[in-house]
């Protein structure tokens, strides 16, 4: 396939690290130096669905396509209003769509997973053009006390829109059960049989484990696509990584071998927005006219699971 349209949504509220600082035994000094973050948006008066379908419209636009048109959407969602129905359904309605349609829960891989699905999809010979949309809000999983996880993340949707096309080079996914290390329980109905005690948890992420178990899936995936596309680093135009962390991305781009131009970024101002994050990163660069035709994008990024994929595609 290839990707003919992108399009974001951010929600209007900009906190910044000195508001956080009012309510948590944090600083602007200790975020920015540890993460790289200055600043993320987060949901207030807006739902989630309302930025994914804005996100999802702005794409359609992008690349000139009628909701009509679309064969398929998946949407990489982790949380939302409804357990049931699924987020893609909502998206489906409110454009106008006609298509089938799934969520995916991918964590933070979600758009990378969606991108391989959505080659399979089109490989089967049974569809062409294929909407996939990202929106999460983690600002919902975290708990607002806890400083060493709240400060990280940010709300945000992206939609890119494919079709046929020969540009999807690479893709390496992969899986390895630590389910520990970053999760979220949540709290439904349970049966009068039910003998389990009823949790509703926050997000518990132990961070120096997540940091290690990203930095070396992120290399091992974007070495896999590089061997598996036989390109080298110095032909990659653009390495569009998972904004959790800039010390992860640093770490990355030190294996690279490869200049700061090629990496861009904009956790700064909106930290890890989850699946949404690369995506979100896309739509920028895409839309400040920084992609060529031709050019090598490779996209990586890691979440809980833990998961991990990367892609290498032709812009
Ligand atoms: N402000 C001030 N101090 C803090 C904060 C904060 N927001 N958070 C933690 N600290 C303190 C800790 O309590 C600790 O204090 P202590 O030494 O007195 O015990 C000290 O800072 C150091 O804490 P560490 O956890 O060792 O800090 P570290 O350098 O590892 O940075 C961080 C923590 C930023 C979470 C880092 O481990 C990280 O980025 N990990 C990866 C997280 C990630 O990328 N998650 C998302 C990927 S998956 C997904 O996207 C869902």
């Known amino acids: 396939m290839k990707i003919i349209g992108t399009g974001r949504s951010h ?41 994914a379908i804005d996100a999802a419209k702005k794409a359609l636009a992008d690349a000139n396509m009628e909701a009509k048109d679309l064969d398929y959407i998946i949407c990489a969602n982790v949380v939302n209003e409804f357990i049931s129905p699924a987020m893609s359904c909502l998206i489906q309605g409110a454009i106008g769509a006609n298509c089938p349609c799934f969520d995916l829960n991918g964590a933070c891989v979600g ?6 699905i959505a080659e399979a999809f089109y490989k089967s010979g049974k569809y062409k053009n294929i909407l996939v949309v990202c929106a999460e809000e983690p600002s919902r999983m975290v708990d607002w006390h806890d400083r060493t996880a709240s400060v990280l993340f940010g709300d945000g949707a992206a939609a890119a829109v494919l079709t046929e096309g020969d540009n999807i080079k690479a893709t390496k996914m992969s899986a390895s059960c630590s389910w520990d290390r970053l999760y979220q329980k949540h709290e439904l109905q349970y ?15 132990h961070g120096q484990d997540v940091f290690m178990f990203a930095t070396r899936a992120a290399i091992r995936d974007i070495s896999a696509v590089l061997k598996q596309s036989g390109h080298t680093p110095d032909e ?30 904009n956790i700064d101002r909106y930290g890890n927005t989850s699946s949404a994050s690369v995506p979100i990163l896309l739509d920028e660069v895409n839309k400040e006219g920084r992609l060529k035709r031709g050019d090598l994008i490779v996209m990586s990024a890691f979440g809980a699971g833990f998961v991990s994929g990367a892609c290498i595609l032709e812009w």
């Open 236 to 265: 990659v135009d653009h390495f569009l990584i998972h904004q959790a962390n800039l010390r992860i991305i640093n770490n990355i781009k030190q294996y690279v071998k490869q200049p700061d131009e090629k990496f861009p970024l």
């Open 11 to 51: 929600p209007s509220l900009v906190v910044t690290n000195e508001m956080l600082s009012q309510i948590l035994d944090t600083s602007d000094e200790w975020i920015t130096t540890r993460t790289g973050i200055k600043e993320r948006r987060v949901i207030s008066s807006e739902n989630l669905e309302d930025l």
């Open 111 to 116: 758009f990378i997973y969606a991108l391989e």
């Open 191 to 205: 049966s009068p049989y039910n003998t389990k005690p009823n949790s509703n948890l926050p997000l518990v992420m």
